[in-house]
């Protein structure tokens, strides 16, 4: 699921004109990534993934069937454990929100700046 979540970053960020700057590329994929990533692991599946832009943001949206908000953890040095992704997604995104669903679920959402 992670890699077609990717694969659908790829083809969103070749519908947009003008492109952005090839950094602000990678880090939507890696943002989409991570909250596929997450909620996978941490959140029962990916129930919506959304991909929208205007001039000046790029926003991902994942919604899942989990209540719980994304949790700080103390990361795991040997790699096994995780720890990492919460952080980054909040490091790479301009703004990030968690908010409730009508069905349970929660929605993650996080822009970049275009």
């Known amino acids: 699921m992670a890699a077609e979540a990717r694969e659908a970053v790829f083809g969103f960020l070749s519908g947009l004109h003008p492109a952005p ?4 590329s990678q880090n939507l994929v890696l943002l989409v990534s991570e909250l596929v990533t997450n909620a996978l692991r941490h959140a029962g599946g990916v129930t919506v993934l959304r991909l929208t832009a205007d001039r000046r943001c790029l926003e991902v949206a994942v919604a899942d069937p989990s209540p719980a908000h994304p949790q700080d953890r ?17 490091r790479l995104a301009r703004t990030v929100e968690v908010s409730p669903r009508p069905d349970g679920g929660k929605v993650v959402s996080a822009t970049l700046v275009r």
């Open 74 to 90: 103390t990361p795991d040095l040997t790699g096994r454990g995780g720890g990492f992704g919460w952080p980054m997604v909040r």
């Open 21 to 24: 700057p090839a950094h602000i």
